[in-house]
């Protein structure tokens, strides 16, 4: 009679164990417990991509930091270079008011900033 029992039993308790593991799986597939898992995914993956965004952003900044440092664009105001003005003689063969130009008494010079003009060597002979 003991082995009955304890046959009766296990299978009870079998039955009990089946029927609550195929209840949790029907309850995991139901519309809104798929809703909610599918909401939660969304979440998470959101919150990587927030993540992932600020870490692209503090790199970035940092590697602005570096090239800025690199091409003195950091550096303190007072610690940057004059502006430079390229100084370009008036040589033309009159006045404005077509008086004839006196290159040793009336000599013009026009300050033009940040220009480079390209060197003639045939200009000086």
Known sequence: MFRRTFWFTAGAAAGVWAT???NRKLRKLA???LAAQAANKAIEAGHKLKDFA???RDGM???EAEL???LGLNAHPDALPGR???VIENRSPA???GTPYDSTNDKKTKYIENTT???NRNEDH
Request: hydrophobic share 35%.
């Open 84 to 86: 430079r003005f390229a």
């Open 61 to 63: 900044a940092e590697r």
């Open 95 to 97: 006045k404005a008011d």
């Open 54 to 56: 600020l870490d692209v």
């Open 117 to 119: 003009y390209s060197y």
């Open 68 to 70: 800025g440092d690199a």
């Open 20 to 22: 609550t593991k195929v």
């Open 31 to 33: 519309p809104e417990s």
